[in-house]
């Protein structure tokens, strides 16, 4: 049993896990079980329970940790079968100990309304989260300088994907079991074993099984849409979430957008779903698949195409098919869904016959694209030079001669980390060199200028970067090569 230490770190000392150094690869739980000795208020008539609590809650008399819980059974078992129960104390109070009795217990057990007794408290494996169990399994001199574990993973349904250190190798099957263990939802943990686009251009990567089954077919939830499909295939990362929603945001109902490098489509599908049109490509043939079958999905046929084809053509070719599509007259209904109409008009039966919704509402293909998104990191930089000639003879689509702008450019890319604004700099430079006109840091809305976001840390000296800017005049215009 673990003695109550004294002095300010009694708490965090407390309730840390034994410190187990078994053998490698060896998991055994039940070395993780560790009994407490605390003291409790034991309340003769549980109605007042709550009372006590709050009153003990004041001069912080109670425990007060997440994950236990507070009120208890009384440790007598006779008196644990006519309901009475405890109330778990902080661990500076001991039952055999008055002197350490706040006043609040004090005047309880004086009126007979409450007891201090002793109370064992066990913790077990389960209770221990995956970082308290790695660094009591983990040697120390493994932990980098900020105490640091391998905890990171990039989950795709019930896959956990890792990237593990080599000096973590020896561990790998431990540290996988527990991520199991800790994590509800994980199912399958798998390592990578080579880097991404090594061993192809579709940015897939070989992997070896941790722990769990060999099965990669997975179901994904984001930004209110469901992807479904084969990790091993295809590129996904869930730590992306956030910057598919950002740039999501900015697409307005109406607009057109390219995404050039599309996936399996956690851009497009989302910005369908707001009534954004989307022309949506990507080059790995399994990616297109599952992007063709998440439309469907999600239900935003009318809104996004997919295309696969080499992104290089695509831009262009995309400008070409959306002017197109708005000459003919495409377009998207909106309008109430099956189950608006059934309840506006109950008596209806459906027909089989393609009749005009009451209240729906016809919304036209732009002519123009609004966005490009170039999510390739590690290459769509040198993509930007395809945009010479983007609108070639079409300079009456946009101002002076109308309302309308041209295209606003998202393109990621990776740098080196630095301290100052050398990153921004080296990324402007190379925007400047593939499309031919020299872009300057600043704002994205300004003529000339690349606003440049930070989206994550990739590596502890590479980041994530997101450079957008408007195609200059020069390059849209300019004769196609």
Same mark, same amino acid.
């Given at each position: ?7 300010? /770190? ?40 709550? %009372? ?26 006779? !008196? ?51 970082? /308290?169990?790695? *660094?009591?399994? !983990? @040697? ?24 593990? =250190? ?8 431990? $540290? ?29 990567? %070989? ?57 399996? #489509? ?13 022309? &949506? ?10 992007? /063709?079958?998440? $439309? ?15 992104? =290089? ?24 869904? *099956? ?25 036209? $293909? @732009? ?21 010479? #000639? ?8 946009? &101002? ?46 300004? &003529? ?14 590479? =980041? ?5 800017? =408007? ?9 196609? @090569?």
């Amino acid at each position: 049993m673990a003695d109550i230490p004294a002095g300010d /770190d009694a708490m965090s000392s407390l309730f840390r896990p034994p410190v187990i150094r078994s053998a490698l690869g060896v998991l055994d739980k039940s070395l993780f079980s560790k009994t407490i000795n605390l003291a409790a208020a034991a309340v003769a008539d549980k109605r007042n329970i709550a %009372a006590w609590r709050q009153k003990l809650l004041k001069e912080n008399s109670l425990l007060g940790l997440e994950r236990i819980q507070g009120v208890v059974s009384h440790p007598d078992q006779t !008196l644990a079968s006519q309901g009475t129960k405890c109330l778990l104390l902080n661990p500076n109070i001991k039952a055999q100990e008055p002197e350490t009795w706040t006043p609040t217990l004090q005047e309880g057990v004086a009126s007979k309304e409450i007891g201090v007794v002793p109370y064992d408290l066990l913790l077990d494996y389960d209770y221990w989260s995956y970082e /308290d169990v790695m *660094r009591s399994l !983990l @040697p120390s001199d493994l932990r980098d300088e900020h105490d640091g574990i391998p905890q990171g993973f990039n989950q795709a349904g019930h896959v956990a994907h890792m990237n593990l =250190r080599e000096r973590y190798l020896p561990y790998k099957k431990l $540290i996988a079991q527990v991520i199991v263990d800790k994590n509800l939802s994980v199912k399958t943990v798998i390592n990578k074993v080579a880097n991404v686009g090594t061993e192809s251009e579709f940015r897939t990567f %070989a992997y070896e099984v941790l722990a769990g089954p060999d099965d990669l077919n997975v179901e994904a939830r984001e930004n209110d849409c469901i992807f479904r499909f084969d990790y091993s295939k295809v590129y996904w990362n869930s730590k992306l979430e956030g910057e598919h929603r950002r740039l999501i945001n900015l697409f307005q109902p109406g607009e057109v957008v390219c995404d050039v490098m599309a996936g399996i #489509g956690p851009f497009a599908v989302p910005a369908g779903k707001k009534g954004v049109f989307v022309w &949506a490509n990507d080059y790995n043939p399994e990616s297109y698949r599952y992007l /063709d079958e998440n $439309i469907k999905r999600n239900k935003v046929r009318q809104y996004v195409r997919p295309f696969n084809q080499d992104g =290089r053509t695509f831009i262009r070719e995309a400008a070409d098919l959306v002017y197109a599509a708005s000459t003919n007259g495409e377009h998207a209904v909106s309008g109430p869904n *099956r189950r608006e109409q059934r309840s506006r008009h109950p008596d209806s039966k459906p027909t089989g016959k393609s009749t005009s919704i009451p209240g729906s509402k016809r919304i036209p $293909i @732009p002519s123009t694209i609004s966005h490009f998104i170039m999510n390739l990191p590690a290459s769509a930089i040198t993509f930007l030079s395809h945009f010479r #000639g983007l609108y070639a003879g079409r300079e009456q689509l946009f &101002a002076p001669h109308t309302g309308t702008r041209l295209p606003m450019v998202h393109v990621h890319c990776f740098a080196p980390k630095a301290d100052d604004d050398t990153p921004f700099t080296d990324i402007c430079e190379r925007i400047s060199t593939e499309i031919g006109i020299k872009m300057k840091f600043g704002e994205a809305e300004n &003529a000339y200028e690349v606003s440049i976001l930070e989206v994550r840390n990739v590596a502890p000296n590479k =980041r994530m970067f997101c450079a957008s800017f =408007r195609v200059p005049p020069e390059v849209a215009f300019a004769d196609r @090569p």
